[in-house]
Every structure is written in structure tokens, then in C-alpha cells.
């Protein structure tokens, strides 16, 4: 639309100029942006990568997966990647055997990861059976991969295969596997995990803390001394975050960090310390009040040097 002013004396082409730009503008306005179209879409493709570019035109319906699955047999790899990201854009049960049989044909490495990502993204349980076939592949990468398909799905049988993971040859997958357990809420894992945790497998400790209860707390002290501090305070992190967690532990806890002290002592209680409530209710915080008066005994601690002490937030540095 054109709108021109009433008092305009502008020469005919001036007007004509002024018209074809606000017209551009007026499409530009109308054409959302990238992230505007992303944030659009049901689901962001699972299978893309950073340097790969997702399917455009039209987006696939259900409809069209047996029209897109014919293009999985293709010698063309690139074909074949893209009949996987638009399978994974459909987002359907109805995906999950024709990437089943794909995986199962025995195609090159990266077009076998691609298929696991897009499982992982349908997140459906169907996928399980291939999953757990793939999370004994030769290569570490596609077992990593395959568990993280599976830590996707909400099932009760994934748990279980997640554990088995718990005892791969592979580091990595060993980690992936007792992260994901404490991702999905696993609680019935905990004993397993501990074992796993008495066998180095160090991101046991960040799950314990997400799914242990009051009486694993103890059983988890025991190992300060014995594994890094850092591994120890990723575990008590979570502990001391949780809601579902007494006081009295909290507080435990922090008691037995005191007697550690140190600079990384220090700076976790600080840290925690922020994330509690201030204001006059937090004058009855026990455990605000116990994380404080810990910090007052931490040799070194910013308050001391210069001959204060920590502040409550409510009462100010005395």
C-alpha cells in the first residue's frame, strides 16, 4: 500500500522510490527471522548438525514418511541424510522402524549417528530394542549415542540398560551413562550407582546427589579423603540444593566440610550461600546460619581479613 501525504510536492519518481522501499521494508517486517522460525517449529531436527543445513520448502507430514523412507536405500549419502532429518522433523512412531532398518543395514559411521541423534529426538519407546542392540556397537561413539537415545525415552526398562552402560570399556560412555541416570530420576539406581562411584567412575557422584536419600548421605561421607574434593562437592551440590532433603543433613553437611576447610570449602559455602533467602525470615534459617558460621571458621575466609565477619544478609557485617 501506498500512502502518500496530502501536502507532498515530492516529483513523481521521488514517490515511486519512497513506495518500492517501504514495500521491501513491509515484506522484510512480514518474514520472520531465523530464530523467530526456529522457536516455530514443533521440534528442532535432532539428527542436524552444526554445519548441516535442516530440510526447507514445505515440512513433511505423516503422509509422506513412505515417500521419504524409499530415499534411506540410496547410495547417495547426502539423499540418505536428508530423508533422516526430514523423518525426524515428523516426529511420529510410524519413523521409528524405517530408521530401525537403516541402522540395521549396516551404513557408514556418520550415517549411523545421524539415525541414533533422530531416535533420540522421537524419544519413543519403540526405539528401545534397536537402542539397546546399538549400545554394544564396536564403535564407543554410536554406544554413547544409543544410551542417550535411550535416557530420552520414558520407559522402565531404561534404567536398567543404563546401568549395563555403567560397565562399558569406554569412559565416556561410562559417564554418559551414570549422568543420564541421575537425569531421568532413576532412584532405584542408587546402589548401583555407589558401586560404580567405588570404581572411579566419578559422574556417579553428581547422580547420588541428585537421587540419594537421607540415609545415603552417610554412606557418601565416606569417601571424602578418598576421591578428589571437586568430585565430592559436585555430589553435595546437588544434596544441599534439594527440597525433599532435611535440614538436619544439610546441615551435616556443611558441618563436615568445615572440618576439610580449604579455599575450595570456601568458595562452595560462599556460593551456596548466595543461593539462600535473606530478609528477616532468614534470620531462623538453620541452614543459612550454619553455612555462615562455618565460613567464620575457614581460615582465610573474606570477612577475616580484614577483621569482620560474614555477613547474614540481614543483621549486616559486624
Known amino acids: 500500500m501506498?500512502?502518500?501525504h496530502p501536502t507532498s510536492h515530492r516529483p513523481r519518481a521521488a514517490r515511486v522510490v519512497l513506495a518500492l522501499v517501504a514495500a521491501l521494508a513491509l515484506l522484510a517486517g512480514l518474514a520472520p527471522s531465523g530464530?523467530?522460525?526456529?522457536?516455530?517449529?514443533r521440534r528442532p531436527t535432532?539428527?542436524?548438525?552444526?554445519?548441516?543445513?535442516g530440510p526447507t520448502g514445505p515440512q513433511p507430514t505423516v503422509r509422506d514418511i513412505d515417500t521419504i523412507a524409499a530415499r534411506l536405500s540410496s547410495?547417495?549419502?547426502?539423499?540418505?541424510r536428508e530423508a533422516i532429518d526430514l523423518l525426524s522433523v515428523i516426529d511420529h512412531p510410524s519413523v521409528v522402524p524405517h530408521l530401525a532398518t537403516l541402522l540395521r543395514s549396516g551404513r557408514s559411521d556418520e550415517v549411523t549417528d545421524r539415525a541414533l541423534q533422530a531416535l533420540r529426538g522421537l524419544a519413543h519407546p519403540s526405539a528401545i530394542e534397536v537402542l539397546g542392540e546399538f549400545a554394544h556397537h564396536r564403535r564407543p561413539r554410536a554406544r554413547r549415542l544409543a544410551y542417550q537415545a535411550l535416557a530420552a525415552v520414558s520407559d522402565r526398562r531404561v534404567p536398567a540398560l543404563l546401568e549395563?552402560?555403567?560397565s562399558d570399556s569406554d569412559r565416556s560412555v561410562r559417564a554418559q551413562c551414570a549422568r543420564s541416570l541421575g537425569e531421568i530420576g532413576a532412584t532405584g539406581s542408587v546402589e548401583t550407582l555407589f558401586v560404580a562411584f567405588d570404581r572411579g567412575i566419578v559422574e556417579a557422584a553428581i547422580s547420588i546427589g541428585k537421587l540419594g536419600n537421607r540415609a545415603s548421605i552417610p554412606r557418601f561421607h565416606e569417601y571424602l579423603g578418598r576421591v578428589p574434593l571437586s568430585v565430592m562437592l559436585s555430589g553435595y551440590a546437588e544434596l544441599v540444593r534439594r527440597n525433599d532433603i532435611p535440614d538436619d543433613a544439610k546441615i551435616e553437611i556443611i558441618g563436615r566440610l568445615g572440618e576439610i576447610s580449604g579455599d575450595m570449602v570456601r568458595v562452595f559455602l560462599q556460593r551456596y550461600l548466595d543461593t539462600l533467602p535473606t530478609g528477616r525470615t532468614a534470620e531462623r534459617d538453620r541452614v543459612r546460619l550454619a553455612v555462615i558460621e562455618t565460613l567464620r571458621r575457614i581460615p582465610g575466609h573474606a570477612g577475616s581479613a580484614r577483621g569482620t565477619t560474614v555477613s547474614t544478609g540481614a543483621e549486616g557485617t559486624r
Open 75 to 80: 547410495t547417495n549419502g547426502d539423499e540418505v
Open 35 to 41: 530464530a523467530a522460525a526456529q522457536r516455530g517449529r
Open 164 to 166: 549395563q552402560g555403567l
Open 46 to 53: 535432532p539428527a542436524a548438525t552444526p554445519d548441516a543445513e
Open 2 to 4: 501506498i500512502v502518500s
